[in-house]
């Protein structure tokens, strides 16, 4: 075929094919935009931003349609000007008709595969980065609607929140402060674990790169677990450690390029959801030790004293609690028997009251990687007061946050997740919250990897549908030339749309771990190449 017919041709193509992406990534972009706009995420300002940023993304998703559009109208209209069949009586054959639209379409796919694997996950990050860049707007606009506000496992809800802008140099940049709120830890199953409500709790908002920091403080709190039944009333709560809202850039595989999805497959422990996995076992792992150096010391000695670890400087840790028993069994201090546990609280060193329970539990309170604290209960207890004399009655007394006086943990902060999960399995006495952790961490790993796998599939399976879509258009086209070119093109919409929606059923296989993902995924793109091959194998038959 003569150049200037090759010419003739793309020149065809390619403005049917941008005026056609053009067209659908400005309607994909602004549909995109409609739950952010309606969560009151975004000014004006930022409405226009979002939609100028999202139209960079939504090209891997119209670009391969406009393809496949473009081609189909362009051979339509060259079939029934009879232009395709003069140049087939001129001893030109479709295969050499065809070869632009391959070569249109090799091009395209590698637009695609530079697209999805290094410039759309750029734009993610900067359009999630637009959205939550500011945090207290979110935060604000989901609980002003009556809404709770959900982080991971954490449910927080309020009555009404007030936000305090006038950052501090060295301070958090942001401060909210929620009143009559309810906050729970959710397990993986949705299920509360742990409840707390209070009449005032502040959040101060610290940045970090691209992470958010959320450092929580409670006050007049009573806390909740459904678990055990504990109940504990407490004036105030800070866990000291902070909440971490992941990134836009590292903890989101979804914006990373091709090298950077490859260097975290090789290095998770940088990725949100792996570091909180890893405090978690990390937590778990110094309250098992915590718990054996006192089953020890109670063997030694038939007594342990924990101190409390209220904020220095308030009076609170020059309180102890002596307790005399034989061991500890998981939560649960026995003296063997059921004979009662004595506990004598000390102030100042001085002994000021006697605690005899008929059940002292010992119950982690702290998620920090400091110390392990517990909080102590007390079931059926007579006190007597050392200073008076005098003597009561209570069911149950609850002492928050102890820990264990002289006891040292080593510090894991710097430890990789292998050696932390070695270190974890080669513990004595092998506890289960510690086992628990340890899969809850590998499953963390697997499931990043899974996700990284199943983007690489995803981007790699849209690339070759922008090759084949042209191709499956232009065949048809040249085939059914006595049809209308919107009948034509439905027969290629069709299966265009049924691969997209295999792409994204197979790479959700592929994150929960099932390898049919492979099979779902590739099959769409596998339907459309067979229907090329029986439709030329027709076309040039006749």
Request: glycine content about 8%; some cysteine.
């Amino acid at each position: 075929m003569p150049w200037l017919l090759y010419r003739y041709l793309l020149g065809e193509l390619l403005r049917a094919i941008g005026l056609t992406a053009a067209v659908l990534v400005t309607v994909i972009a602004f549909g995109g935009m409609i739950k952010p706009l309606s969560g009151n995420m975004l000014d004006a300002g930022q409405a226009f931003k979002y939609l100028g940023l999202s139209i960079v993304p939504m090209l891997q998703f119209a670009l391969p349609f406009a393809a496949g559009f473009g081609a189909t109208l362009t051979l339509h209209r060259m079939t029934s000007d009879n232009e395709i069949q003069a140049m087939s009586a001129s001893g030109i054959s479709y295969r050499r008709i065809l070869l632009p639209i391959a070569g249109l379409g090799l091009a395209l796919m590698l637009l695609m595969l530079v697209l999805t694997q290094w410039v759309v996950p750029r734009f993610w990050a900067v359009i999630q980065q637009l959205v939550t860049a500011d945090i207290t707007k979110v935060f604000a606009a989901t609980i002003r609607r009556g809404e709770p506000f959900q982080f991971n496992d954490l449910l927080i809800y309020a009555d009404d929140i007030v936000i305090d802008e006038n950052g501090q140099e060295g301070g958090p940049q942001t401060r909210l402060v929620l009143l009559n709120f309810a906050a729970a830890e959710l397990d993986r199953s949705g299920r509360i674990v742990t409840e707390v409500t209070g009449n005032q709790a502040v959040i101060d908002v610290y940045r970090h790169g691209d992470r958010i920091l959320l450092k929580l403080a409670m006050s007049d709190t009573v806390a909740f677990n459904p678990n055990t039944g504990h109940l504990a009333r407490s004036e105030f709560i800070s866990p000291s450690r902070a909440l971490v809202i992941p990134g836009a850039r590292r903890d989101n595989p979804k914006t990373l390029t091709h090298g950077e999805l490859l260097a975290l497959r090789r290095n998770p422990d940088d990725f949100a959801q792996v570091i909180q996995g890893k405090q978690n076992l990390a937590q778990a792992i110094h309250a098992a030790e915590t718990r054996a150096a006192i089953d020890q010391r109670l063997h030694e000695a038939g007594r342990v004293e924990l101190v409390s670890s209220g904020p220095a400087g308030d009076g609170s840790r020059s309180r102890t609690y002596l307790i005399t028993a034989k061991w500890i069994r998981g939560d649960e201090f026995s003296n063997g028997e059921g004979q009662p546990i004595e506990v004598v609280q000390h102030e100042q060193s001085k002994p000021v009251r006697r605690m005899i329970a008929e059940r002292v539990q010992a119950i982690v309170s702290s998620h920090s990687l400091e110390p392990a604290t517990f909080d102590l209960t007390l079931k059926n207890c007579h006190i007597t007061d050392l200073a008076t004399g005098l003597v009561n009655q209570r069911s149950e007394i609850s002492i928050p946050d102890v820990m264990l006086s002289g006891h040292e943990v080593h510090d894991s902060s710097q430890w990789s997740s292998p050696e932390l999960i070695e270190y974890g399995e080669r513990l004595r006495s092998g506890p289960d919250q510690v086992k628990g952790h340890i899969a809850e961490l590998r499953r963390e790993i697997q499931e990043l990897n899974r996700q990284i796998i199943g983007h690489f599939m995803e981007r790699y399976a849209l690339s070759v549908t922008a090759l084949l879509l042209p191709m499956l258009g232009a065949v048809l086209s040249i085939w059914r030339r006595g049809s209308l070119p919107l009948i034509t093109y439905a027969w290629a919409f069709a299966p265009a749309i049924g691969s997209l929606i295999l792409i994204a059923a197979g790479e959700q296989l592929l994150r929960d771990g099932q390898a049919l993902g492979y099979l779902v995924l590739w099959s769409g793109n596998a339907a459309i190449l067979f229907m090329i091959v029986i439709a030329y194998f027709k076309l040039s038959r006749n």
